[in-house]
């Protein structure tokens, strides 16, 4: 049976959600992380690993190196992964 | 009193690479902690294996030659995978030039140096490319069966 919740309340900007552009102006709300992350073994780097949880309905045509700018930082789509309930994890990587 | 002659090469590794012009004073010796972007482009020496030689030709009852290899791992975050790549071949002309550029590393027991592999690694996994380079150096040198540190 499909899931039919509606998905838009899981990323409400009123609620936790951010609202990013891509495509230039597009608007789309989705849940910013931007957690700590370490490249570990000789030589450990540590960074951040910054990702976007949307509803996959909302980024149609997504493609890996679009610009995404959320809180005024601008990120590259790195990776785009599908949850397979209507939710896409959208890794990013930072423009500089 | 003087330090292991193993330990008195690392030290001169490490002053040899010390300032270059793309890691600069990010030179660590066998850092664990984690190194944050205003610490990179690094570079960071560990002291590897230290095998004696055996044939009759490099030891006697006085003196001992042995092979001590010291890797020197680059960690480097770039805009791009390509970039990142080629700012670690950068780094490993600049880090080949310094060693080579006295095969003693102007410590009178050591004989030579020689060049072993560099293993590259690019991590994509975060905000933007890490990438690491493993350069591995034997140094050849010669100290007292009785004292390592003469």
């Known amino acids: ?96 | 009193m003087a330090l292991h002659r193993a330990e008195q090469i690392v030290e001169a590794v490490i002053a040899n690479i010390t300032g270059l012009t793309t890691t600069g004073d990010n030179v660590f010796r066998s850092r664990t902690a984690e190194l944050p972007d205003n610490r990179t482009p690094a570079l960071v020496v560990y002291l590897g294996p230290d095998a004696p030689r055996s044939d009759g030709g490099s030891s006697s009852y006085r003196y001992i030659d042995g092979d001590l290899t010291v890797f020197v791992v680059a960690a480097v975050k770039g805009r791009t995978d390509a970039l990142t790549e080629t700012k670690l071949n950068l780094i490993r002309k600049e880090v080949t030039i310094a060693l080579m550029a006295d095969h003693t590393q102007g410590l009178s027991f050591v004989i030579d140096t020689t060049e072993g592999q560099a293993v590259p690694e690019i991590n994509g996994d975060g905000d933007k490319p890490v990438g690491r380079l493993r350069m591995e150096f034997t140094f050849h040198y010669r100290r007292s069966r009785t004292d390592p540190s003469a």
């Open chain 1, 1 to 96: 049976m499909p899931f039919t919740e509606d998905l838009s309340q899981f990323v409400d900007p009123d609620e936790h959600g951010t609202t990013a552009q891509y495509k230039g102006s597009v608007s789309v709300n989705g849940i910013f992380d931007n957690g700590s992350y370490v490249v570990s073994g000789d030589a450990a780097v540590e960074g951040t690993q910054p990702t976007f949880l949307c509803v996959e309905a909302d980024v149609p045509a997504l493609e890996h190196d679009e610009e995404f700018l959320i809180d005024g930082v601008t990120y590259y789509v790195d990776g785009i992964k599908p949850d397979g309930t209507g939710m896409v994890l959208i890794a990013l990587r930072l423009a500089e």
